[in-house]
């Protein structure tokens, strides 16, 4: 049938049995749109019916009311059908007889009344512009051979997703929050506020039933908002049994009870499951928790969920009458939060506490073992959204809290450290009033917040929450148990944190060498003290040995199953940094690409991991003489950095002390130094005033001064920064040296080239002695020390030195790195800092 392109006025309207329309209805344009375009939709020369598909209380019946309201002038005869109780439908459908000129039923029998008025409307005589609801038809198989295949139109309202077979299908959802606070406002007007419509729709979940029905009180009784809320959250039940809708025939909790019941003689299972679905959270609840998890809950759960038909057939008898919706995409199942709340109510405290102990198991039980591993991150996402809405979070079971601490490891991993630490100190609070402060569930709690806090560069914090656990978990615990040795390893992340490099290598060595004895050299934990341990190498100038470290945990991480992205990365990218520390600048650059390229690929852009990949590749990038492209790469990451976690976080200051120095390099200087000193200042807030990094930070900020014609200053500036550092971390440190360095050629520029030649000559014999000969620092050295032999008149002697070192720079970096073309060209070189992640 064509859609009718002009209505025509007939010369008797029927209308009949069409519930009158709601006042307050409002929003909906867009479903009535999609209504009208499906229900028009021709085939040959039969419109197709038209279902509105959706869990009680969403509006389908005002829905479909509505329709017939606005459309009313496009048809001349329209009937309301309630099709709740199926054996009542065909006497309604009788009914129409006399209105069709038809004998009545009374004479013919209600049977044959009603095909006489089925074929009737089917011939389109002598009405072809007609509209028939049929409202609650539950079930299509009661309902189908009653609905008439005609020129006119069909509509029906329905709980039951198994229309979809049948009958083309629109689902019509909860409110939009838009139309939510938009319908309240016009209820109660002026009675409430903007922020108290969000409120209360959030509270009732955007239901409309439950929106009109709480209006209805709200503007009887002149209840605040915030007092409804309050008794919705203590008595769901009795509140919304109070007052039902005007344009609804029950109450919510009617509503809800009768839709129960239903099902409570018929598949006592599925109504168990439901009341299991009530102690989740009101997000979507993945479908394979229920198969996942199936071996971890208690007897309550235990028939229904280990018998996989006896499971399908409660699901699939709550899904048909809308008690649950199914996404069969995400392959998840939700449960309205209202219903949620109405059916905790109803249910005893015994069989609450029961039943939300069985989801705890159930939540536990379902859950991927390893948070590390990046290929369950889904699962763990899904599973997150109900960790304290179930109330788990109390749960004293091992398993229970177990999961809880691997779903803040998830977290963590992922970068959501806010997330991971609030979650954190819910947990140190309630399980240390429930178990005692020194029970090993709060002491491991205890770890993962300071690893969050490191995370988050609260060092000074960490250091301190750390110090204290490792110390606690010695003696409740002992210093070989697996806990003892996991706090140890992340407490040297702390000491590396306060600067403390040598200590944190001696107590990684320990901690490597006790999980070595009992897993082994190829054990996940093995590993990650290995990592740990190469990092520390790292940051007391041993780069061969992290190096080599680095390379032997990355073989075995890159061909071993079941390693996380992250994990990867992370020691991807360390082996790329420890292979540029140790000054072979091309080789690390394209390590430093791959890692970044897949970092992106499998993290994406603004994973933390990935973020310091960027930064090492720019620095890569930067040391092999491809400005542009590190420029360009350092801008954007400290871009990312800047937004996502601020100025003030050791990444992101990170992050700007490289660009500085890319700027620098590449011409530059002003914004170069802008950038160094927005930096800075953080520095001693983040790391302390005596960190070897607050120290080494500075010797930029000089080279800048120098640069910019302030020699005197830079000097003053870089022989505190020495002094410092020499005292911390040692004068053959890569920092001590670099400063040294820098050093050396503020003397030169102040033409003090005696103090500068003489300075370049213990400088020299100390990197000669800690780093090869070939090493970027002794190159860099050696070519400012060739000028300063020149200018103090030992002339062969700096001709001679020259002449290796310039062929030795041409055979590391390249005859046309810009570095070996400065010393070509009689230029001095200058070192520089780049804060590398602890």
Request: aromatic share 6%.
């Amino acid at each position: 049938m064509a859609e009718h392109s002009q209505p025509m006025a007939p010369a008797q309207k029927i209308w009949e049995r069409v519930p009158k329309r709601n006042p307050n209805f409002t929003g909906r344009a867009d479903l009535l749109t999609a209504l009208r375009k499906s229900i028009n939709t021709v085939t040959a020369v039969v419109a197709q019916p038209q279902a509105l598909q959706g869990l009680g209380g969403v509006g389908k019946t005002q829905l479909a009311i509505e329709y017939a309201w606005q459309y009313r002038d496009h048809y001349d005869l329209v009937w309301w059908v309630s099709a709740d109780q199926p054996l009542l439908v065909p006497s309604v459908l009788a009914g129409m007889a006399q209105a069709l000129g038809l004998p009545s039923a009374t004479s013919t029998g209600v049977e044959q009344a009603t095909q006489s008025v089925l074929r009737t409307l089917e011939s389109g005589v002598p009405y072809r512009r007609w509209l028939l609801i049929f409202d609650n038809a539950e079930e299509p198989e009661y309902i189908k051979d009653f609905i008439p295949r005609g020129p006119g139109h069909v509509l029906i309202t329905s709980r039951n997703s198994r229309w979809s077979d049948h009958e083309p299908t629109i689902e019509v959802d909860v409110f939009r929050r838009e139309e939510s606070i938009a319908f309240l406002a016009r209820r109660l007007g002026d009675a409430i506020a903007q922020p108290e419509a969000d409120l209360l729709a959030d509270k009732l979940g955007d239901l409309p039933l439950a929106l009109e029905q709480a209006s209805a009180l709200l503007a009887r009784t002149l209840m605040s908002v915030e007092e409804y809320v309050s008794l919705l959250d203590e008595q769901t039940g009795r509140l919304l049994s109070l007052e039902k809708a005007p344009t609804y025939p029950q109450s919510m909790t009617a509503a809800w009870q009768l839709s129960v019941a239903q099902l409570e003689d018929r598949v006592p299972a599925a109504v168990e499951v439901l009341r299991c679905c009530a102690f989740f959270g009101p997000e979507p609840i993945p479908r394979d928790v229920f198969r996942r998890g199936n071996r971890a809950v208690g007897p309550r759960l235990m028939p229904i969920l280990s018998d996989p038909i006896e499971l399908t057939n409660a699901l699939s008898n709550l899904e048909r009458l809308a008690l649950v919706k199914v996404e069969p995409s995400a392959r998840t199942l939700q449960v309205h939060r209202l219903n949620q709340a109405l059916l905790r109510d109803e249910t005893s405290e015994k069989d609450r506490t029961e039943l939300r102990h069985e989801v705890h198991l159930l939540l536990a039980g379902s859950a991927p073992s390893d948070p590390d591993d990046t290929a369950k991150w889904a699962q763990f996402d899904e599973l997150a959204a109900h960790l304290e809405p179930s109330g788990l979070i109390d749960c004293r079971a091992p398993v229970s809290r177990r999961f809880a601490l691997n779903l803040v490891r998830y977290l963590y991993v992922r970068g959501s450290y806010r997330q991971a630490q609030a979650l954190l100190n819910q947990y140190i609070k309630r399980w240390a009033e429930a178990s005692g402060e020194r029970h090993s569930d709060v002491l491991v709690a205890r770890i993962h917040l300071g690893l969050v806090q490191l995370a988050l560069t609260m060092y000074g914090s960490a250091d301190r929450l750390m110090e204290e656990t490792v110390d606690q978990m010695i003696d409740a615990l002992g210093p070989e148990h697996p806990e003892t040795l996991w706090g140890m390893n992340s407490y040297a992340g702390a000491l590396r944190g306060r600067g403390n490099f040598l200590r944190a290598r001696e107590l990684d060595g320990e901690v490597y060498e006790g999980y070595r004895g009992v897993h082994g050299e190829t054990d996940n934990n093995t590993l990650r003290a290995r990592n740990n341990l190469a990092l520390d190498f790292a940051l007391t100038s041993d780069y061969t040995e992290a190096q080599q470290i680095f390379q032997e945990v990355y073989l075995h991480r890159s061909v071993t199953e079941g390693v996380g992205r992250r994990v990867l990365l992370l020691t991807w990218t360390n082996l790329s940094r420890a292979v540029r520390l140790s000054g072979k600048f091309q080789i690390a650059t394209d390590m430093a690409e791959e890692a970044y390229t897949y970092g992106v690929s499998h993290l994406g852009d603004d994973h933390p991991i990935t973020l310091r990949a960027a930064k090492d590749f720019a620095i890569s990038l930067r040391r092999s003489g491809r400005l542009t492209e590190a420029l360009e790469l350092m801008r954007d990451t400290h871009t990312r950095l800047v937004r996502l976690y601020g100025d003030g976080n050791a990444d992101t200051m990170a992050a700007a002390i490289a660009l500085s120095n890319a700027l620098r390099a590449a011409g530059e200087r002003g914004e170069a130094r802008e950038m160094a000193q927005r930096a800075l200042p953080y520095y001693p807030g983040v790391f302390g005033d005596d960190h070897p990094f607050t120290h080494a930070a500075q010797v930029n900020l000089a080279l800048l001064m120098r640069l910019d014609g302030e020699a005197a200053a830079a000097r003053e500036l870089d022989e505190r920064a020495l002094a410092a550092l020499s005292e911390r971390i040692g004068r053959d440190h890569d920092y001590s040296v670099t400063c040294a360095i820098n050093l050396q050629n503020d003397l030169a520029a102040l033409g003090l080239h005696e103090q500068a030649r003489l300075l370049g000559e213990e400088n020299h014999r100390l990197i000669q002695a800690r780093f090869n000969p070939d090493h970027y620092l002794s190159l860099v050295c050696a070519a400012n020390l060739a000028q300063d032999l020149q200018a103090t008149g030992m002339k062969g002697e700096s001709e001679r030195l020259l002449t290796e070192t310039m062929q030795r720079l041409g055979a590391v970096m390249g005859r046309d790195h810009p570095e070996t073309l400065a010393v070509l060209a009689g230029e001095r070189l200058n070192c520089d800092f780049d804060p590398p992640p602890i």
